[in-house]
């Protein structure tokens, strides 16, 4: 048996720079984290053949072409398996649409489990593109390449998107303290709303790609805000990372009327009311997670309780991509 597994992410600075239609006219810049949150994936060889699959839905067929799911399709063909013999089973410690970048770290940990089943290493590099690859280009997706990256690196890392595609991986250069303030302080609270968020960046997407001013300008501040963030976290200055956040959100909100709502805006409030310097929803917009940086982390976690949102602690995750049995 194979188990690997992606660990999951946040925005730290600069999300939404890392969309083609963006990078590849003005490149793109963010920092991003690893948490110890994750999606797994297990592979065996059974008895019989054909190809199982156990997700949110069951799936047994003799053909690879006859796989319904469209990443585990494109990961199959990929091993151009002779005979398919082969069981496959996804889970994950929080569901898809929650702004955590499941997609990437699902199609990363399942490239990671085929590879490991058929005795081949590969790189972190060459995993993150491969994901790519198949959620950018196979698919048709309108996604970024910070998910496949992050999830493949891991750790806390400042991602540089050339015009040519190429991304260039660096780690934050953080010390310990700033590391445990930011495990500490940065909260996770679930608003309740899963969302897809193809719509927001389909929206992006033609935006971006029609020079649209008021998008290329908001995108250009929301990279210099991932500078920014980078240089503050990097100088030891959470706090200063936590305003930046708020000015993150205020600009993010911008982008698109799907971004936010009345409920998360109330909720958004009531933090900076009880304890936040700053926050933002996680991911593209619309649901999902809404983190803060907590000046007085025990009044927000109370405030945010009787609001009815529940927490999700985590630590980061330095491993990426790993397979855990083989």
């Not at 649409?97 to 590879?115: D, H, N």
């Not at 983190?291 to 405030?303: G, I, K, S, T, W």
Request: glycine share 10%.
């Amino acid at each position: 048996m194979i188990i690997a597994r992606s660990p999951l992410r946040i925005s730290l600075g600069g999300g939404g720079t890392d969309l083609p239609s963006y990078y590849r006219e003005h490149e793109g810049f963010l920092v991003a984290g690893a948490i110890d949150r994750y999606v797994y994936v297990t592979v065996i060889r059974p008895f019989t053949e054909g190809i199982s699959l156990k997700y949110s839905k069951l799936e047994l067929v003799e053909k690879v072409e006859d796989v319904e799911h469209p990443i585990i399709r494109e990961a199959l063909k990929l091993m151009n398996l002779r005979t398919p013999q082969i069981e496959l089973t996804a889970l994950a410690d929080i569901p898809a649409g929650t702004g955590l970048g499941s997609s990437g770290s699902f199609t990363t940990a399942l490239l990671k489990a085929l590879f490991a089943h058929r005795h081949r290493p590969i790189l972190p590099t060459d995993l993150a593109e491969l994901a790519c690859d198949i959620e950018m280009n196979k698919l048709g997706e309108l996604v970024g390449k910070q998910d496949q990256y992050i999830a493949a690196y891991g750790g806390l890392t400042c991602l540089t998107f050339g015009r040519d595609g190429r991304v260039e991986a660096v780690p934050l250069k953080t010390d310990r303290d700033t590391l445990f303030d930011l495990e500490d302080n940065l909260l996770l609270f679930f608003t309740g709303f899963a969302r897809n968020a193809s719509e927001i960046l389909k929206d992006q997407h033609i935006r971006s790609t029609k020079n649209d001013p008021a998008m290329i300008n908001n995108l250009h501040y929301i990279k210099d805000l991932g500078l920014r963030s980078k240089l503050s976290l990097e100088a030891g200055k959470a706090a200063d990372f936590g305003a930046l956040m708020h000015e993150h959100w205020e600009h993010k909100k911008k982008r698109s009327q799907g971004m936010s709502n009345p409920h998360i805006d109330e909720w958004y409030e009531l933090g900076r009311k009880n304890g936040a310097i700053g926050g933002k929803l996680v991911g593209a917009g619309g649901g999902g997670f809404l983190m803060f940086y907590a000046e007085d982390r025990n009044r927000l976690r109370h405030a945010m309780a009787r609001a009815g949102l529940e927490e999700v602690r985590f630590r980061f995750d330095f491993e990426g991509s790993k397979v855990m049995v083989q």
